[in-house]
Nanobody, 131 residues
Framework: QVQVVESGGGLVQLGGSLRLSCSASGRAGTRFAMGWFRQAPGKEREFVAAIDWSGAETYYADSVKGRFTISRDGAGNTVYLQMNSLKPADTAVYYC????????????????????????WGQGTQVTVSS
């Protein structure tokens, strides 16, 4: 059974930075494509960033391009989301997810099905940006 666990959320002021971490475990020898998503109160869950299994390809929502960076460790299934220049609009529960079965991330992004592409989800970590 695959488990996805996030950490690193918290309260930060406008313009501040946070780094989220996420690890997926339970499938020895498998490298997942992974992504970050967020859900603000009263809103639907939305895509934030994703990275392919090799770390060579990354994808971002327009709202976070230039401010957020997704990366992963060299060998395993740990990914990070470095969030800079945070705004109150970034306040949300941030979820990490792992994609084992595809489709490829580029196709999922183009079709607007990134959420559906993910197979395993973490419990989420709260990020609050105060003004």
């Amino acid at each position: 059974q695959v488990q996805v666990v996030e950490s690193g959320g918290g309260l930060v002021q406008l313009g501040g930075s946070l780094r989220l971490s996420c690890s997926a475990s339970g499938r020895a020898g498998t490298r997942f494509a992974m992504g970050w998503f967020r859900q603000a109160p009263g809103k639907e869950r939305e895509f934030v960033a994703a990275i392919d299994w090799s770390g060579a390809e990354t994808y971002y929502a327009d709202s976070v391009k230039g401010r957020f960076t997704i990366s992963r460790d060299g060998a395993g299934n740990t990914v990070y989301l470095q969030m800079n220049s945070l705004k109150p609009a970034d306040t949300a529960v941030y979820y990490c997810a792992a994609d084992e079965t595809g489709p490829d991330l580029a196709t999922a992004l183009r079709m607007g099905t990134m959420i559906q592409a993910m197979d395993y989800w973490g419990q989420g970590t709260q990020v609050t940006v105060s003004s």
